[in-house]
């Protein structure tokens, strides 16, 4: 299976869930890049925070 990969506007490149920052604001979670706080889509970083690095 292949990994999933979000470049940022910032020039981050998020692959895990480490790379990402998780702000609660109601029932579904909205996800930025933990570098800048840039807005990562929903779907794209649900599939990242299930990635591991190995």
Same mark, same amino acid.
């Given at each position: 299976?292949? +990994? ?10 998020? +692959? ?17 890049? +933990?570098?800048?706080?840039t807005p990562v ?14």
């Amino acid at each position: 299976m292949s +990994r999933t990969t979000y470049q940022c506007t910032c020039g981050a490149r998020i +692959r895990f869930k480490q790379d990402l920052e998780k702000e609660s604001s109601g029932v579904v979670p909205n996800w930025t890049c +933990r570098d800048c706080g840039t807005p990562v889509p929903g779907q794209t970083a649900e599939k990242i925070r299930h990635q591991h690095p190995s």
